[in-house]
C-alpha cells in the first residue's frame, strides 16, 4: 500500500493508523493462514436441559497469529467476508470439522452433532451444496450429524438463491439453526419460510435475564414463539448456575456457555488422541 503523505498523517490519529494497518496486514496474512495451517477449530459443548448430556458440538474458528498470537474471529471473519476468502476458509473449516469429529467419534455419543457456523456470503457459493455433501460422504458421516448455524441478519438479506440453498441442504438431511436471535428483525412471515430446525437466542438476552425483567419476559416469548414452529431451543452465553436454572424454568431446551464448557481445542476435548489433519 502506498504510504501517505506526511501532512495528510497528522490528521490520523495514532490508535485509528494503527487499527488499519493491523486491519491490512491481517487482510494480507489471512490469505496465508489456511496454507500456513494457522487456522484451527476450537469446540464448545452444547448440552440438553433435561438430560444434562453433551448433545452436540459447535466449532468456532481460530486463528493463530505468527506475531499477534490468536486472533479472534469476531475480527478475521469479517475481514475474510470481504472477499471470496471467505469460502475456502469456511469450506476448508468445515472439511476440518466434519474429520474430527469423525475421528473422535468413538469418544462421543453416536448422536452427537456437529454445529459448524456459515457465513452469509457461503450460502452465495454456488459449490456449497457439492462440499458439504463430499465431505460428509468423504468421511463417513450421516447428514443428519451436520447441522450448519447462519447468524439471523444473515437469513435476513430474503435472498431467493440462499434460501433455495438452505432447502436443498434440508433436503440433504443437515439440520439448520438460526443464530444469534433476537439481535435481527426477522418477521413471523420470514421465519416460517425458512427450513429451520434450531433456534439459537443471542447471548445478550442471557446476559441480562437475571437483572432485567423485560430479557426473561423476552427469552419466555421466544422460546414460545420457536417451540410453535416447531424448533428447539437453545440458549447460548451460560455463565452462572442460576441463568441455567432459569432457563430450564422456562422451558428452553439446550443452553451452551462457560458455565457448562469453554471452546477448547480438539484434542483437550475429545480426549487424548491426537488427531492429524495436517496431512
Ligand atoms: P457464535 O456462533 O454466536 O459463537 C458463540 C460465541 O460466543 C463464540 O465466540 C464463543 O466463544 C462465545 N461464547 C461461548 N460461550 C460464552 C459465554 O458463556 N460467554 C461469553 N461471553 N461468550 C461465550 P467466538 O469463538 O469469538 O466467535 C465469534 C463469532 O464468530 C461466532 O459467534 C460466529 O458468528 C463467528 N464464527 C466463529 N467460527 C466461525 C466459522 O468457522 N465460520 C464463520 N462464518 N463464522 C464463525
Ligand atoms: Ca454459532
Ligand atoms: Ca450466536
Ligand atoms: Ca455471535
Not at 451444496?129 to 451436520?146: K, M
Not at 435481527?184 to 433456534?199: E, H, M, T, V
Not at 469453554?262 to 496431512?279: K, L, W
Request: proline content about 4%; aromatic content about 6%; some cysteine.
Amino acid at each position: 500500500a502506498k504510504e501517505c503523505g506526511r501532512g495528510r498523517s497528522a490528521f490520523f490519529d495514532v490508535e485509528l493508523r494503527e487499527r488499519m494497518q493491523r486491519h491490512m496486514r491481517l487482510e494480507q496474512d489471512l490469505r496465508g493462514a489456511v496454507r500456513n495451517d494457522q487456522l484451527w477449530l476450537a469446540y464448545q459443548p452444547v448440552i440438553d436441559l433435561r438430560t444434562d448430556r453433551t448433545v452436540a458440538v459447535e466449532g468456532l474458528l481460530r486463528w493463530t497469529h505468527p506475531e499477534h498470537g490468536t486472533v479472534s474471529p469476531g475480527e478475521f471473519i469479517p475481514l475474510a467476508e470481504e472477499s471470496e476468502l471467505i469460502n475456502r476458509i469456511g469450506g476448508h473449516m468445515l472439511s476440518t470439522a466434519v474429520h474430527e469429529l469423525a475421528f473422535h467419534r468413538g469418544r462421543c455419543e453416536l448422536s452427537t452433532r456437529l454445529k459448524v457456523n456459515l457465513s452469509v456470503r457461503q450460502l452465495d457459493d454456488p459449490w456449497l451444496l457439492t462440499t458439504v455433501r463430499q465431505t460428509l460422504s468423504d468421511n463417513d458421516l450421516p447428514a443428519r450429524t451436520l447441522c450448519l448455524e447462519i447468524t439471523e441478519s444473515a437469513l435476513m438479506r430474503d435472498s431467493a438463491e440462499a434460501t433455495r440453498v438452505l432447502h436443498s441442504l434440508r433436503e440433504l438431511g443437515v439440520s439448520l439453526a438460526i443464530d444469534d436471535f433476537g439481535t435481527g428483525y426477522s418477521s413471523l412471515a420470514q421465519l416460517q419460510r425458512l427450513p429451520l430446525d434450531i433456534l439459537k437466542i443471542d447471548r445478550s438476552f442471557i446476559a441480562e435475564l437475571e437483572q432485567s425483567p423485560g430479557a426473561e419476559n423476552i427469552v419466555t416469548s421466544i422460546i414460545a414463539m420457536a417451540h410453535t414452529m416447531n424448533l428447539t431451543v437453545v440458549a447460548e452465553g451460560v455463565e452462572t448456575v442460576e441463568q441455567l436454572d432459569l432457563l430450564r424454568s422456562l422451558g428452553c431446551d439446550q443452553a451452551q456457555g462457560y458455565y457448562l464448557g469453554r471452546p477448547a481445542p480438539a484434542r483437550e476435548f475429545f480426549g487424548a488422541a491426537v488427531s492429524d489433519t495436517t496431512s
